[in-house]
T-cell receptor, first 114, second 112 residues
Framework: AQTVTQSQPEMSVQEAETVTLSCTYDTSESDYYLFWYKQPPSRQMILVIRQEAYKQQNATENRFSVNFQKAAKSFSLKISDSQLGDAAMYFC???????????FGKGTRLSVIA | DAGITQSPRHKVTETGTPVTLRCHQTENHRYMYWYRQDPGHGLRLIHYSYGVKDTDKGEVSDGYSVSRSKTEDFLLTLESATSSQTSVYFCAITGQGFEEQFFGPGTRLTVL
């Protein structure tokens, strides 16, 4: 079974600075998807970014980018120019190819300091 | 907005009572999922459905049952609620590209 580990329960960053959230996973599969979801205080789960394992190029979405290291099974999220609205819980998630359920990490709570 | 609603959004109930949570989608997607979220655990899969009347168990299915009699509705039932089922429950569907999942707004359930 696949597992996802987020080793940082809490992180903080100064506004306008850059922060990196860590995620590692364990799988024997070669083709899969990885995701970062954001959960603000509203509780809504919001997709931040996704990465297909077969793509070597790291995904980027505006201020959000990932560092995908397939051999190391590592998938970190970098947030640049942090904003107050980035404060939230961030979940890393894994999904096999096909319509399989997501496997989540336990989350990292990010605080942004003005 | 992926067109997923959950009802009720909040519920307080007593131990031993039955509870049914509803997930409704307007996207006509085949795959639907129920997760629960607890502090320190992230989201964990309870049950999922891959079509009308087709369901399967997830990691934390004990004490829960599901039903899907039509594409748009996926019901989660706690036959006899216990305090350990106090949680936030999320429904999700698979997106059009069959890659990411989109989530409903969640239901906060408190079992006293």
């Amino acid at each position: 079974a696949q597992t996802v580990t987020q080793s940082q329960p809490e992180m903080s960053v100064q506004e306008a600075e850059t922060v990196t959230l860590s995620c590692t996973y364990d799988t024997s599969e070669s083709d899969y998807y990885l995701f970062w979801y954001k959960q603000p205080p509203s509780r809504q789960m919001i997709l931040v970014i996704r990465q297909e394992a077969y793509k070597q190029q790291n995904a980027t979405e505006n201020r959000f980018s990932v560092n995908f290291q397939k051999a190391a099974k590592s998938f970190s999220l970098k947030i640049s120019d942090s904003q107050l609205g980035d404060a939230a819980m961030y979940f890393c998630a894994y999904r096999s190819r096909g319509n399989t359920p997501l496997v989540f990490g336990k989350g990292t709570r990010l605080s942004v300091i003005a | 907005d992926a067109g997923i609603t959950q009802s009720p959004r909040h519920k307080v109930t007593e131990t031993g009572t039955p509870v049914t949570l509803r997930c409704h989608q307007t996207e006509n997607h085949r795959y639907m999922y129920w997760y629960r979220q607890d502090p320190g655990h992230g989201l964990r899969l309870i049950h999922y459905s891959y079509g009308v009347k087709d369901t399967d168990k997830g990691e934390v299915s004990d004490g829960y049952s599901v039903s899907r009699s039509k594409t748009e509705d996926f019901l989660l039932t706690l036959e006899s609620a216990t305090s350990s089922q106090t949680s936030v429950y999320f429904c999700a569907i698979t997106g059009q590209g069959f890659e990411e999942q989109f989530f409903g707004p969640g239901t906060r359930l408190t079992v006293l």
